[in-house]
């Protein structure tokens, strides 16, 4: 069972509250909305732009966006037993 939303930025804002680089970025285009949350001090803010933030842009749908996401070897979907902020300490962006 995967956490909602909800519970993962929640556990989020209650462990890093407060952190200045802590990211939450709201993507809207074409009715579709996603949403990045990422640490800037330790991720690379170039490759966000170039694999995540530009694509999001160009894709047509969520549902193709989804589906570029997934064919990056990087990008893997988030577990029930993940906890985020370690991941988020460890330089990954997690999408909604």
Do not use: W
Not at 14 to 19: A, C, M, Y
Not at 35 to 52: M, N, Q, R, T
Not at 56 to 83: A, C, N, P, T, V
């Amino acid at each position: 069972m995967n956490r909602s939303k909800e519970e993962i930025t929640g556990l989020i804002k209650n462990e890093l509250h407060g952190s200045p680089d802590l990211v939450n970025q709201k993507l809207e285009a074409n009715g579709t909305v996603c949403e990045l949350c990422y640490i800037s001090s330790v991720c690379d803010s170039e490759k966000i732009h170039k694999d995540l933030y530009v694509p999001f842009f160009e894709e047509r749908d969520k549902e193709e966006y989804e589906d570029y996401l997934l064919s990056l070897s990087s990008i893997r979907q988030i577990k029930y037993g993940d906890h985020p902020v370690e991941l988020l300490l460890r330089g990954s962006v997690l999408i909604f």
